[in-house]
């Protein structure tokens, strides 16, 4: 049996964040010791190391309650976990397009600065320039 300590360091993982997942159901209530200490097994462990390498792959909570209610199920067929995924995988790609398209934009800004004075400056222009940012879907925010 682990301690709430030894189960963060094991995962990598925090303890207050693990203390979320439990509130949230995403990790289910431990056992505890006479003490009322947190006990945790290999279960819990392989449990909380999928939600945090689903978190570092970018996969919000909700799909990870689903993807972990699905794991629960193993007979299953794993289209469900598929379209998640394919889900996942768009999003990423949406991002990485706004983020080509960002640094686009502020090489374009680079190259275009020709040295002189902040008067003539094209970074300093650019940036005052609310009206690109603001029809441009592309910025970050988008």
């Known amino acids: 049996m682990l301690s709430i300590g030894t189960l963060a360091r094991e995962t990598g993982t925090k303890v207050q964040t693990i203390r979320y997942y439990e509130q949230i159901g995403l990790m289910p209530e431990p056992d505890r010791s006479e003490g009322g200490q947190r006990r945790y097994g290999r279960d819990e462990l392989d449990r909380l190391a999928f939600i945090r390498h689903a978190r570092q792959l970018g996969f919000h909570l909700d799909a990870i309650r689903e993807l972990l209610n699905l794991a629960d199920h193993p007979d299953q067929s794993c289209a469900a976990a598929d379209s998640i995924a394919q889900r996942q995988l768009r ?4 991002r990485i397009a706004r983020l080509e398209a960002l640094r686009t ?21 650019v940036l005052r320039d609310h009206s690109e940012c603001l029809t441009d879907h592309t910025h970050i925010g988008a």
């Open 91 to 94: 999003q990423v790609e949406q």
């Open 105 to 125: 934009e502020l090489k374009r800004m680079v190259h275009d600065c020709e040295g002189g004075t902040l008067a003539d400056c094209r970074v300093i222009e």
